[in-house]
T-cell receptor, first 109, second 115 residues
Framework: KNEVEQSPQNLTAQEGEFITINCSYSVGISALHWLQQHPGGGIVSLFMLSSGKKKHGRLIATINIQEKHSSLHITASHPRDSAVYICAATLYNTDKLIFGTGTRLQVFP | NAGVTQTPKFRVLKTGQSMTLLCAQDMNHEYMYWYRQDPGMGLRLIHYSVGEGTTAKGEVPDGYNVSRLKKQNFLLGLESAAPSQTSVYFC??????????????FGQGTRLTVV
């Protein structure tokens, strides 16, 4: 069992739909990261959070420390949101990241 | 700012050949990392460095060597490439501040094929 698990692995949506990607972790962490990877492209950091909720445009990330769970929400999804979204956790008292396997999102017009 | 730059972006090697991947960052970050990304798996840490002149092994270090002679550069070497090293390689950097975590900045990746 991976220490960082994401669900679903694959997700398709129609433009405009509200999307949720989930991440659960089983280790002590000091921060949780959401990353975006476009096909053939590099990896971009979307959020880093250690509690509560963060919002950037149509993207919202939440974390529940007690339940060891984080979610990434995309409101009013658009085809340009199509990418792989990766959850990663910074191990407590270290600067090491453990990565989930990613969620491949495809948004169709 | 260029951020994190990796060279080359693509490379095909024959088994047994050697090569060096270069990672350069212009953000004055202390920490730098090399990861590999394989289908169906999360990124895995190969080696990392917490400062100029220091390196340490990550999760999958075998078959790779690294050097951090200058703070802005982190080199990943393959002395004798094997097909199992076919992967996409990502470099990342971050600047840890005591008591806080900082986000990691990633390069564009290097797609390496070993035939």
């Amino acid at each position: 069992k991976n220490e960082v698990e994401q669900s679903p692995q694959n997700l398709t949506a129609q433009e405009g739909e509200f999307i949720t990607i989930n991440c659960s972790y089983s280790v002590g962490i000091s921060a949780l990261h959401w990353l975006q990877q476009h096909p053939g492209g590099g990896i971009v950091s979307l959020f880093m959070l250690s509690s509560g909720k963060k919002k950037h445009g149509r993207l919202i990330a939440t974390i529940n420390i007690q339940e060891k769970h984080s979610s990434l929400h995309i409101t009013a999804s658009h085809p340009r949101d199509s990418a792989v979204y990766i959850c990663a956790a910074t191990l407590y008292n270290t600067d090491k990241l453990i990565f989930g396997t990613g969620t491949r999102l495809q948004v169709f017009p | 700012n260029a951020g994190v730059t990796q060279t080359p972006k693509f490379r095909v090697l024959k088994t047994g050949q050697s090569m060096t991947l270069l990672c350069a960052q212009d953000m004055n970050h202390e920490y730098m990392y090399w990861y590999r990304q394989d289908p169906g798996m999360g990124l895995r840490l190969i080696h990392y460095s917490v400062g100029e002149g220091t390196t340490a092994k990550g999760e999958v270090p075998d078959g790779y060597n690294v050097s951090r002679l200058k703070k802005q550069n982190f080199l990943l070497g393959l002395e004798s490439a094997a097909p199992s090293q076919t992967s996409v390689y990502f470099c990342a950097s971050s600047y840890p501040v005591t008591g806080y975590n900082t986000e990691a900045f990633f390069g564009q990746g290097t797609r390496l094929t070993v035939v």
